[in-house]
C-alpha cells in the first residue's frame, strides 16, 4: 500500500513538472536556481546569434566560467566572468524573432545592468573591408514594408497611412530602378516602415513608433576608445615639452590606453589566405536587420547610398528594439564577413572569412567589456 501511494504522488510530482515545462512555466527548481544567481548580480548580457560566434568568447583567455548553466523555455544562460565582470552568455539563433526572444528572456529572468550583442555581419560600405568590426551608432529593422500595388507611385498615400498608421516618410525602393529593360517593374515600389514599440515606461496599448534605434550614448563614447590610433597620441608627445595642462591630458589618457593601440585583430586564416588591409575598429552611423541574408550587389548599394548603413545581417535590430522599449543599455558589435552581394569572388565570402571575423567581434567586445570595468584609470585618476 505504502509503495502505491509513494508511487501515486511520484507521478504527480512528475505530471505537475511535465505540465510547467510545457506551458513555459518556471518550476521551482529553475526558480531558485534564479534567485540564487540574481544575488551575484546585476550582470552583463551577451546575446549572441550562433554557436560558432559563442566558441571563440567561451576559448578567450579572459572569459571566466563560473560553471553555472540554466536551462529554460529552450535557451541556455551561461554564467561567467570577463574581467571580473559577471555576464550572463546566451545564443539567440537566426533571426530577429530568435534575437528578440533570447533578449527578452534575458531581461525577464535576470539583474541585467546592459546588453551587449555581437557576431558578424556582411559588409554594405564601400570603404570598409572584410575584416573590419564596425560600432553603429543606429540600427534598424528593414524589411519591416508597405508594398504598393503596381500602378501606384510615390504621390499617391499608402494603405492606412496617417498617425499611428504607415508612412511614406522613411522612403521607398522602386524596384523599376532595377530593372534590365525599362523603368516599369509590376513589383513596383516598398516603402520602409517604422516599428511599433510599447515602452516599459510608456501608457499600456499605447504604441511609439521606430526606425533608428540609438544605442546606449554612454557605451557608444567610451566604445571610441578602442579606435584610438597610436600615430595621433604620438604626435602628442612632443606637445606635452610645452608644459600645456591640455598636451598633459591628453597625453596620459593616450598612455592610459595603450593597451587598445597593441589590441590585434586577426588578419590571416593560415600562412596563405590572408586579409588585404588591416582589420580595424571603426564607429559607423547605421546598421540594419532583416530576416534575409544578403547577398546581392543592387541592394546592398541600395542601402548604402539610401540610409548610409554599414553592417547588414539578420538580429541586432531584434535585440536593439527590445533593448529599447525596455530602456536598458546596448551596444552591437559587428566584424564585417563578407561584401553581402558586393564583391568580385564567384561564391560568398563568408565562406572564406566567417571564422575570422567572429573572432575579432570576440576580441573587441572583450576589451570594450574591460573598459566596463575601470581598468586603466587609476594612471588618469593619479594624475589628479
Known amino acids: 500500500m505504502l509503495t502505491k501511494i509513494i508511487s501515486f504522488f511520484i507521478f504527480v510530482l512528475i505530471f505537475v ?24 548580480g546585476p550582470f552583463l548580457g551577451l546575446v549572441i546569434p550562433n554557436m560558432f560566434e559563442m566558441n571563440p568568447l567561451l576559448s578567450n583567455p579572459n572569459y571566466k566560467s563560473t560553471k553555472l548553466v540554466i536551462d529554460y523555455a529552450g535557451r541556455r544562460f551561461r554564467f561567467g566572468k570577463i574581467y571580473k565582470k559577471p555576464v550572463i552568455l546566451v545564443m539567440s539563433g537566426m533571426g530577429m524573432v530568435n534575437a528578440a526572444i533570447a533578449t527578452q528572456l534575458l531581461l525577464s529572468l535576470f539583474e541585467i545592468e ?27 529593422h528593414s524589411a519591416l514594408w508597405n508594398w504598393q500595388r503596381y500602378g501606384d507611385g510615390p504621390e499617391d498615400p499608402l494603405p492606412f497611412e496617417g498617425e499611428d498608421g504607415f508612412t511614406r516618410e522613411i522612403g521607398y525602393m522602386k524596384f523599376g530602378t532595377y530593372s534590365t529593360k525599362g523603368e516599369d517593374n ?54 606635452v615639452f610645452y608644459k600645456e595642462k591640455t598636451a598633459y591630458i591628453i597625453f596620459l589618457y593616450c598612455g592610459s590606453r595603450m593597451i587598445y593601440w ?5 588578419d590571416c586564416i593560415n600562412a596563405t589566405t590572408c586579409l588585404t ?46 533593448c529599447f522599449q525596455q530602456k536598458v543599455p546596448f551596444i552591437t558589435f559587428r566584424a564585417l564577413s563578407d561584401l553581402a552581394g558586393g564583391g568580385t569572388a564567384t561564391s560568398n565570402e563568408a565562406n572564406t572569412f566567417s571564422g575570422l571575423s567572429a573572432e575579432n567581434s ?23
Not at 262 to 266: H, I, T
Open 17 to 40: 513538472s511535465f505540465q510547467e515545462r510545457i506551458n513555459g512555466a518556471l518550476d521551482e527548481s529553475t526558480k531558485k536556481m534564479i534567485e540564487k544567481a540574481n544575488k551575484n
Open 114 to 140: 546592459g546588453v551587449i550583442h555581437y557576431g558578424i555581419a556582411g559588409n554594405a560600405n564601400p570603404n570598409l573591408n572584410i575584416g573590419d568590426v564596425t560600432i553603429a551608432e543606429y540600427w534598424s
Open 186 to 239: 509590376l513589383l513596383n515600389n516598398v516603402w520602409y516602415q517604422a516599428e511599433e514599440v510599447y515602452p516599459v515606461d510608456g501608457t499600456p496599448e499605447q504604441t511609439k513608433q521606430v526606425f533608428w534605434i540609438p544605442v546606449d550614448s554612454n557605451y557608444l563614447s567610451l566604445s571610441k576608445s578602442l579606435e584610438v590610433q597610436l600615430a595621433v597620441c604620438f604626435l602628442l608627445f612632443l606637445s
Open 262 to 266: 597593441k589590441l590585434k585583430l586577426e
Open 277 to 322: 588591409n588591416p582589420p580595424k575598429v571603426t564607429t559607423v552611423q547605421r546598421g540594419t536587420s532583416a530576416n534575409i541574408y544578403l547577398d546581392n550587389a543592387a541592394y546592398r548599394s541600395f542601402l548604402y547610398n539610401k540610409f548610409n548603413i554599414s553592417p547588414v545581417e539578420m538580429e541586432s535590430a531584434g535585440v536593439a528594439l527590445i
Open 362 to 384: 570576440v576580441i573587441v567586445m572583450v576589451e570594450f567589456v574591460k573598459l566596463l570595468t575601470g581598468y586603466n584609470r587609476k594612471l588618469i585618476n593619479s594624475f589628479w
